[in-house]
């Protein structure tokens, strides 16, 4: 459910309401039926807080707004160690650890907003950036190296946004602006 974007505050109501209610003190779920089919609760959580499709990693694809959450080394598809945290209903960060230096493709959780990516040896990393294709959010796509961890953070002002304020308080002749 979390995979196809399900609303967050149902899927952990229904992890309440099937699972921890009938959770002992060591985790062991009493109902009698199944066993291990109790840890897709795990791949659950797990997708409601990072996901990778198509080769793009994504994280918080699916989390309750207004919570605050964090996760740590995740493994996703491309040999890949995610880890970030969501505070005031805006990710704070992403740290992810390359194992065999692919290429990674994140979608940008701040938009379109520059960011700022450095690696274990605290180098800058080049990126460029890009969109999805079917749903047009913005990504950001940088070589990595095997074994190296990348920190990913916002840099600061959304510049397309900006451009967009300023054409608004252009004068007619286009090379001043109107003084409010």
């Known amino acids: 459910a979390a995979r196809v974007q399900y609303d967050a505050d149902k899927l952990v109501s229904k ?15 009493d109902d009698n039926t199944h066993g291990w089919e109790k840890v897709g609760v795990l791949e659950a959580l797990n997708n409601m807080m990072v996901q990778s499709d198509g080769g793009i990693i994504k994280v918080f694809p699916v989390w309750r707004e207004d919570y605050d959450g964090k996760f740590s080394t995740i493994r996703e598809k491309g040999a890949f160690l995610v880890s970030s945290e969501m505070k005031d209903n805006t990710v704070q960060y992403i740290e992810l650890t390359s194992e065999k230096g692919t ?14 990516i450095t690696d274990s040896n605290g180098n800058k990393v080049e990126y460029t950036k890009g969109e999805t ?16 961890t990348y920190t990913i953070t916002e ?26």
């Open 103 to 116: 290429d990674a493709k994140i979608v940008n959780p701040w938009g379109n907003a520059d960011v700022t």
């Open 15 to 29: 992890i309440n309401t099937y699972v921890i209610s009938k959770m002992r003190a060591n985790y062991y779920v």
């Open 155 to 180: 840099s600061g002002v959304d510049k397309t946004a900006l451009e967009e304020l300023y054409s608004q308080y252009k004068d007619e002749s286009g090379t001043g602006y109107v003084k409010d």
């Open 133 to 148: 294709v079917n749903s047009g959010e913005k990504t950001i796509e940088f070589a990595t190296e095997e074994n190296t």
